[in-house]
């Protein structure tokens, strides 16, 4: 990904880092990022630059006093190719880069640690997988890829960390994700940048990257006690999932082990992937997937269960085991990813 020769690249990094208007450069992805902002500043100034070379000149040279008499130019081959040929170039170029540039912002890379967030009028709340909770702030390790799910509990807003080069939409009714990877440990503005009501200006926050180390001894100092994922056994319990979901042959529903990661076949004769959204929308809307084999007999759980809930919910299934326990979770900065179970007679469930 090194589109930019690291001569000419470490001459702009301190002209850039040295403009008050621009935020510092510390995640992975920033200076990528900002290599092809300024690509796209620099051929804007160059058209605009010869755009108006030409109306200056063309104006003194072809005034009236010099040429009273207007000459007709019938056009020219190599005129109009030029024109067309060196922006053409330069826009694809632009195109390219562009299309590398959003592939690598948005595919997380696949052991990237994940932090919940969830937005709303007018705060953020981040939710780590070991149980921490934080309110405008949110700590992360650097030199580690870090993907964040997130939802908003009411209106649209957006998660903005100028210094990593971050931004991305938080929508109600549906998990959007985003990742970088920090680079310099430091304290970062996090910014709400969708109007999202009266208080939306101080819906702000504080974004600390720490070194692992200093973030090892952040999680063990702010352990709530227990981690999401037993938050949401407890739930789990409480809403009474168990009595259909527990993983016994004659349970109503199907076992839920291992059921993250792993595809499943619906009624309808769809196959669905099983990650985030699909467990959300399951849980709040059982009718949107109806799992094959099975009778529609999931109650809604839509207005029953919060956001956070939810998400607690989601972190339980994810990291449930073929015995229906839970991978302790506790350490946030490393999550197991659990393996797609084998396929069970009567589950539903096809190879991948
Ligand atoms: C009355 C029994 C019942 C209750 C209570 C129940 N479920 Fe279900 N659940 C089912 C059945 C039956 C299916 C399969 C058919 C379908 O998709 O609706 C299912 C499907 C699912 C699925 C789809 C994944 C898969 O492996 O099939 C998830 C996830 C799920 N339930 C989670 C939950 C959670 C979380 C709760 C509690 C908040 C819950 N269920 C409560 C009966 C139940
Ligand atoms: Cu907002």
Redesign the pocket.
Known sequence: MHYISPVLWQFLEKFLSRLPLFPPEASSIAPYSDAFFLYLLLISVFGTMVVIAMVVSFSILYRKDRHPEAIQIEGSTLLETTWTIIPLGLFLIAFVWGALLYFRIYNPPTNAMNIYIVGKQWMWKAEHPGGQHEINALHVPTGKAVQLTMISQDVFHSFSIPAFRVKREVIPGRYTTVWFEATKPGTYHLFCTQYCGTLHSQMIGEIVAMTPDDYQKWTAGSTSGSSLAQN?ER??AS???????SGSAD??????AE?YGGK?Q??NGSVVT?DDA??RD??LN??M???????????T?QG??SEDGLIS?VE??KNLNSNYRVHQTLNTSHVETVAPAAPAAG???VKQ
């Not at 809403?239 to 979901?245: D, I, K, M, V, W």
């Not at 349970?251 to 839920?256: R, V, Y």
């Not at 997937?289 to 109650?299: D, R």
């Open positions: 949401g739930l789990f809403l009474g999932c168990a009595s259909c979901h349970a109503h529903g199907p076992s839920l059921v499943l619906m009624a099983v699909f467990l399951t849980i059982p009718t997937h109806q799992v094959a084999g099975y009778s529609p007999i999931m109650p759980y029953q269960v919910l339980y299934i589950q539903g469930m």
